[in-house]
């Protein structure tokens, strides 16, 4: 048994940061609009990222019309079904799930969790969100501009994204993009460098890297990767500008586009590829790492148990953030490389799978005869593993050339993505949202409106993704607009597609039952306390909920121990939370 | 993409030090107290930590760009532009911006207030005698036909030094501000702190100014060449 009193007599080491005279806001303006406090940016930012989610939900409501019932829809032509289909992938990968999981969550949890006042830039993180929201609405403006938004597909890729028979190659749209994303990368590294600046330098007394909180893990690697990952796309995105205004030919080659010679040539639509997939690789770790860090935490709470294996957990996620950055050409064979380049990328590729099973492993082992609470984070968080287990393992089939390339463009390709970075990072923010809104305002949502929830995003999930697959594997190809007459689309796949399709609708309007529960409770929510779930991280030992201003009241917290004491045999509480010396209330003799 | 691919291997080796002090294979679970805190009592202060990873931020940037001119120059169309003479100037003048700035961060330590003024007067009037100098080589080159879309070697040339000059830009704000408020009032800790950190990015952004100067002059291809024949 482990003596839980050791060096609890010892000396505090002194304070890490000195305490640092916050800003205050003096009114309305600057405490709620044009804040510098942590908590308030994070909900700008997730409110930002859900609504702009929103229109891309929508326009997957338009996508999955189109395919399961085609031609029947007038509105749905193919330049707009192309435009939809682009906007509906850029908005979710970067919009959503990016400015979620680290503009949302990662300003809210960062500086509670590890015991801070606040950023460390604040002023900087507060611009990192007013320069988000412009990227979002220059993104927005591109549905409104001459010709519409770009029809490229998220990939952009040259040189039919700036080409006339793209929808926006020659009008606003490619360039609204462009300008969108470069205005995002910058917000998103003045937001990064606090949050990595944070965790390094702004930890309370007694918190040491092993005793962060693995969602911090998370995020805190994820961000790092972001920070080295987003130059390429930045480096892509302004090269690409050039070409399209600027007539440059970095990536266009010699190209005759209705009957007319363009003036470009020699560009390299390859270079285009690799400087995109360079960011586009990572950026898929950049989403998963925060929901492996924060279903790890959901599921140790939920189950009283302490983590499995957490040193193996601080170092897959390290492992795994290494090594996404030598897999990016995966997404490439079909682009044609050198044989022992394809064999050094499968292999790196399929490398992955390890610590990322090492993870799956361990948070099975912490529900292994843990005390498992079936709340609604808890589900969230199970349907997290059973998605990304589903996506990991077609993951498997596409890391191999051979097999990817027949795969490479159908329908199997997009249901592997949307399972594992569309359908398994929604859960934890779902899981996430649960879990910590108590905290953010102080009452439950409604269990009822949840379990809806709950349960028809999840099965409708499995219900339009499964059979996805094997549309896919029939050789449906993606990204046609219309599959007319194919002599091996079997009728089932049209009577797959519209059954996709409803599903697609009902899992849609789920969500406005979230929505709804997210606005309601807010009014008529349960009292939630400062710690509903029992939970041992600093974020819910706060003097007060929600958190007020600098969050910890007149003294900073004090870490004594990890994260994941539940359950401590001896103790007389089945959590101790981090900032608790003793395992008794009063530091009694309850030990035996 | 091997240039990204060094640079990444740098940041990865910087990341690996710095975790191998971090006790990653010690037994949280185990450990109760303070006893392991190990961080010793004066930490960097937090805006340098920050201005280390964002010059990491911007190397990403510029050795992907580098990797791009090395993929696109393979292409047959590439033809080098000559360099004007005048970027030999302004690499002096950046040096000097430079070395003006670390004279600054000497002269803070002393406490001599001063000279510290004149220091920063002079690496600001020497970046931006640089951006203006760079301005004059643009001209140079345009009036000699060498325009941005008529060669990808010019295009690069343009795109490189236009972000270079883009973050010189930026630095002259910090400095420009730096010396408005150090003016007519002793420099204070916090003021102190920033003379180091705009001399810190004027190294970093010499260097970079260095290798991107390498690179146009063709030396940096030759290394490359030379680097390829030792492999093979």
């Given at each position: 048994m482990v003596d839980v009193r050791s060096g609890i007599g010892e000396a505090l080491p002194p304070l890490e940061v000195e305490d640092v005279e916050l800003y205050h806001p003096h009114s309305w303006w600057t405490r709620y609009v044009f804040s510098q406090d942590a908590k308030i940016i994070a909900i700008q930012y997730a409110t930002t990222a859900i609504a702009i989610g929103m229109v891309a939900l929508v326009l997957s409501w338009l996508i999955r019309l189109q395919l399961g019932f085609p031609g029947t829809f007038e509105l749905i032509d193919a330049e707009r079904y192309y435009q939809f289909i682009t906007m509906h992938g850029m908005i979710m990968v970067i919009y959503l799930l990016t400015a979620l999981f680290l503009g949302g969550f990662g300003n809210y949890l960062i500086p509670l969790m590890v015991g801070a006042r606040d950023m460390v830039f604040p002023y900087a993180n507060m611009l990192s969100y007013w320069i988000y929201l412009l990227a979002v609405l220059v993104l927005v403006a591109s549905f409104f501009a001459?010709?519409?938004?770009?029809?490229?597909?998220?990939?952009?890729?040259p040189p039919q994204a700036v080409l006339s028979g793209t929808p926006g190659g020659k009008d606003w749209g490619i360039i609204l993009m462009l300008f969108s994303l470069i205005i995002f990368i910058i917000g998103f590294t003045m937001g990064g460098l606090n949050y990595v600046v944070t965790v390094l330098q702004g930890r309370?007394?007694?918190?040491t890297l092993m005793r962060l909180p693995l969602t911090v893990w998370g995020i805190f690697t994820a961000t790092v990767m972001a920070l080295l990952a987003f130059p390429a796309l930045f480096v892509a995105c302004v090269m690409m500008l050039f070409d399209r205004l600027l007539g440059t030919s970095f990536f266009m080659p010699a190209i005759v586009e209705m009957g007319e010679q363009l003036?470009?040539?020699?560009?390299?639509p390859i270079l285009f590829q690799h400087l995109f997939w360079f960011f586009g690789h990572p950026e898929v770790y950049i989403v998963a790492l925060p929901a492996f860090g924060i279903v790890s935490d959901l599921i140790s709470t939920h189950a009283r148990k302490n983590i499995f294996g957490y040193r193996m957990m601080v170092w897959a996620i390290v492992i795994i953030g290494g090594l996404s950055f030598i897999v990016w050409a995966h997404h490439m064979y079909v682009s044609g490389m050198n044989p022992y380049f394809g064999f050094f990328f499968a292999t790196t590729t399929l490398i992955i799978a390890v610590p990322t099973a090492i993870k799956v492993y361990n948070w099975v082992l912490t529900l292994w005869r843990g005390n498992i609470h079936l709340t609604l984070p808890m589900l969230f968080a199970l349907a997290f593993i059973v998605t990304f287990v589903n996506g990991g393992l077609t993951g498997l089939f596409l890391g191999n050339v051979v097999v990817d390339v027949p795969l490479s463009d159908t329908m199997f390709v997009v249901a592997h993505f949307h399972m594992v970075m569309g359908v398994a990072p929604i859960m934890v923010i779902f899981g996430a949202i649960y879990h910590w809104y108590p905290k953010i305002t102080g009452r439950m949502l409604n269990e009822v409106l949840g379990q809806i929830h709950f349960w028809v995003t999840f099965i409708g999930a499995y219900a339009i993704f499964f059979p996805m697959h094997y549309v896919g594997l029939v050789g449906?190809?993606?990204?046609?607009?219309e599959l007319g007459e194919m002599a091996f689309v079997a009728d089932s796949v049209h009577t797959l597609n519209a059954f996709i399709s409803v599903m697609a609708l009902i899992v849609g309007a789920a969500q406005i039952v979230f929505l709804f529960n997210l606005v309601w409770s807010l009014r008529h929510g349960r009292d939630a306390g400062g710690n509903p779930w029992r939970a041992t991280t600093l974020e819910w030992q706060t003097p007060e909920t929600p958190p007020s201003h600098g969050n910890w009241g007149k003294e900073l917290p004090v870490v004594y121990r990890w994260a994941y004491d539940y359950s401590v045999p001896g103790a007389p509480e089945d959590f101790i939370p981090q900032n608790q010396p003793t395992p008794g209330r009063l530091g009694h003799e309850a030990i035996s | 993409m091997s240039v990204a691919a060094i640079f990444l291997a740098a940041v990865a080796a910087v990341m690996v030090w710095w975790l191998a002090q971090q006790r990653l294979a010690s037994r949280p679970w185990l450990e109760v107290g303070h006893a392991h805190d190990r961080r010793s009592g004066a930490p960097p202060p937090a805006a340098k930590t920050g201005l280390g990873v964002f010059l990491g931020v911007v190397g990403a940037l510029f050795s992907l760009a580098i990797s791009a001119y090395f993929m696109r120059m393979a292409s047959s169309d590439w033809s080098s532009l000559p360099l004007p003479g005048f970027l030999w100037v302004n690499t002096g003048i950046l040096a000097v911006g430079s070395v003006a700035l670390h004279w600054a961060k000497v002269e803070t330590e002393r406490r001599n207030d001063e000279t510290t003024r004149t220091a920063l007067l002079a690496a600001l009037a020497a970046g931006l005698a640089f951006l203006v100098g760079q301005l004059f080589a643009w001209r140079e080159l345009t009036a000699a036909g060498y325009l941005l879309a008529n060669n990808p070697a010019n295009s690069f040339f343009y795109l490189l030094t236009g972000m270079h000059g883009l973050h010189i830009v930026g630095g002259l704000v910090a400095l420009g501000r730096l010396t408005v408020r150090a003016w007519g009032r002793p420099l204070d800790r916090r003021m102190r702190l920033t003379v180091e950190l705009c001399a810190i990015y004027w190294h970093f952004m010499l260097f970079v100014w260095l290798v991107l100067f390498a690179l146009f002059s063709g030396w940096a291809s030759d290394v490359v060449d030379f680097c390829r024949q030792l492999l093979t």
């Open positions: 001459p010709g519409g938004p770009t029809g490229a597909g998220w990939t952009l890729y309370a007394r007694g918190m003036q470009h040539g020699g560009g390299s449906v190809p993606r990204r046609y607009y | -």
